[in-house]
Protein backbone atom coordinates (compact mmCIF):
# COMPACT_ATOMS: atom_id res chain seq x y z
CA UNK A 1 0.00 0.00 0.00
CA UNK A 2 1.24 3.48 -1.04
CA UNK A 3 1.52 6.21 1.98
CA UNK A 4 -0.96 8.95 1.11
CA UNK A 5 1.34 11.37 -0.09
CA UNK A 6 2.73 9.78 -2.84
CA UNK A 7 1.20 10.63 -6.25
CA UNK A 8 -0.25 8.04 -8.77
CA UNK A 9 2.38 7.36 -11.63
CA UNK A 10 1.32 9.42 -14.56
CA UNK A 11 -1.28 7.54 -17.55
CA UNK A 12 1.56 6.77 -19.65
CA UNK A 13 3.41 3.21 -20.40
CA UNK A 14 6.46 1.52 -20.25
CA UNK A 15 8.20 1.46 -24.14
CA UNK A 16 10.93 -0.53 -24.92
CA UNK A 17 14.30 1.66 -26.04
CA UNK A 18 12.46 4.59 -25.09
CA UNK A 19 11.28 4.25 -21.29
CA UNK A 20 8.28 5.04 -19.35
CA UNK A 21 6.37 7.46 -21.83
CA UNK A 22 3.04 9.49 -21.98
CA UNK A 23 1.26 8.66 -25.59
CA UNK A 24 -1.62 9.88 -27.68
CA UNK A 25 -3.12 6.53 -29.59
CA UNK A 26 -2.05 8.35 -32.95
CA UNK A 27 1.42 8.84 -31.68
CA UNK A 28 1.47 5.12 -30.15
CA UNK A 29 0.87 3.86 -33.43
CA UNK A 30 3.68 5.74 -35.15
CA UNK A 31 5.90 4.69 -32.20
CA UNK A 32 5.00 1.13 -32.97
CA UNK A 33 5.34 1.26 -37.09
CA UNK A 34 8.63 3.01 -36.56
CA UNK A 35 9.80 0.12 -33.95
CA UNK A 36 8.23 -2.22 -36.92
CA UNK A 37 9.96 -0.85 -39.68
CA UNK A 38 13.77 -0.64 -37.85
CA UNK A 39 13.78 -3.55 -35.46
CA UNK A 40 14.04 -6.70 -38.22
CA UNK A 41 15.01 -10.00 -38.47
CA UNK A 42 18.63 -11.06 -39.76
CA UNK A 43 17.93 -14.45 -41.42
CA UNK A 44 15.52 -16.71 -42.72
CA UNK A 45 12.38 -18.43 -40.13
CA UNK A 46 14.32 -21.61 -40.95
CA UNK A 47 17.61 -22.29 -41.89
CA UNK A 48 18.49 -26.44 -42.64
CA UNK A 49 22.52 -27.40 -41.51
CA UNK A 50 24.03 -29.24 -44.17
CA UNK A 51 24.69 -31.99 -42.04
CA UNK A 52 23.30 -35.51 -41.69
CA UNK A 53 20.60 -35.48 -40.26
CA UNK A 54 19.01 -32.39 -40.99
CA UNK A 55 18.49 -30.07 -38.30
CA UNK A 56 16.04 -27.19 -38.64
CA UNK A 57 17.95 -24.05 -36.89
CA UNK A 58 15.76 -21.28 -35.70
CA UNK A 59 18.79 -18.71 -34.28
CA UNK A 60 17.47 -15.39 -35.94
CA UNK A 61 18.46 -12.20 -33.89
CA UNK A 62 17.25 -8.50 -34.16
CA UNK A 63 19.30 -6.23 -36.85
CA UNK A 64 18.84 -3.18 -35.09
CA UNK A 65 19.45 -4.33 -31.11
CA UNK A 66 20.75 -7.31 -31.29
CA UNK A 67 18.70 -9.81 -28.94
CA UNK A 68 17.14 -13.10 -29.69
CA UNK A 69 13.98 -13.10 -32.27
CA UNK A 70 11.17 -11.56 -32.03
CA UNK A 71 12.82 -8.59 -29.48
CA UNK A 72 11.14 -6.84 -27.03
CA UNK A 73 10.61 -3.90 -29.41
CA UNK A 74 8.77 -5.77 -31.94
CA UNK A 75 6.84 -7.66 -30.04
CA UNK A 76 5.58 -4.53 -28.31
CA UNK A 77 4.92 -2.83 -31.85
CA UNK A 78 3.09 -5.94 -33.10
CA UNK A 79 0.67 -6.52 -29.86
CA UNK A 80 -0.06 -2.18 -30.75
CA UNK A 81 -1.19 -3.09 -34.05
CA UNK A 82 -3.32 -6.48 -32.73
CA UNK A 83 -4.62 -4.25 -30.16
CA UNK A 84 -6.14 -1.40 -32.39
CA UNK A 85 -6.28 -3.14 -36.17
CA UNK A 86 -7.15 -6.65 -35.30
CA UNK A 87 -4.27 -8.11 -37.22
CA UNK A 88 0.05 -6.42 -37.53
CA UNK A 89 0.58 -4.46 -40.12
Do not use: K
Request: charged share 15%.
Amino acid sequence: MLPADVPPPPPGEPVPTYGYVVLSPAERLVVAGHMLAVHEPDGPVIRLCRSWPFLAVNDRDCIWCHNPWPCNAASWAEQVQVDDYGWAL
